[in-house]
């Protein structure tokens, strides 16, 4: 009876492990690689020139920089995540807020982040809505995001962009 419930105990051990183990590590730093990118016509400032990810289990942090209008490097906020896929929220140029949330999608092998910015004055009335799916390449040296922005003012921009980061 013993050798039974510590052979049950052993398998249910080695499910558990196996099924964490194959979900992708995107831990470490990576830098953007613009040839291999696929901008679409956007500048390059509007997505991470370098990111560092930590990933634990059930969280995510990303600290990551940018570069402005005439290529300098500008830091952006860092920030953690759970990856239950609940939002949390943030302050955005004094007059946004920002509800982001990270999960992982139903394989487990990709996460995907969404973003929604609404005016302070206005909540109930979204102004962008951005989704970016992140994977790694087979080899796990390069973290690909696809990013689908949807602006919902006036103006109806709307863009896609397949950025393509080297594992540093």
């Known amino acids: 009876m013993k050798i039974k419930s510590l052979a049950t105990l052993s398998l249910v051990l080695l499910s558990t492990i196996k099924a ?16 291999k990118s696929d901008f679409g016509g956007v500048p390059l400032f509007v997505m991470f020139n370098r990111i560092t990810i930590g990933l634990k ?26 990856l239950d896929g609940k939002p949390s929220e943030r302050l955005f140029q004094d ?10 999608s139903a394989d487990k092998k990709a996460i995907v982040k969404t973003q929604s910015y609404t005016s302070i004055n206005h909540p109930e009335q979204p102004l962008i809505k951005i989704k970016e799916t992140w994977r790694l390449s087979d080899d ?9 922005f949807q602006s919902l003012n006036s103006r109806q921009v709307s863009y896609k962009i397949n950025a393509i980061f080297d594992r540093q």
């Open 20 to 35: 964490f183990a194959q979900q992708p590590d995107y831990s470490g730093s990576w830098g953007l690689n613009t040839q």
């Open 140 to 148: 796990g040296r390069e973290l690909i995001i696809e990013r689908n």
């Open 57 to 82: 289990k059930d969280s995510i942090y990303l600290n990551g920089t940018t570069v402005d209008q005439n290529g300098n490097p500008t830091p952006a906020a860092a920030t953690n995540y759970s």
């Open 95 to 104: 007059t946004m807020k920002i509800a982001s949330s990270c999960q992982w």
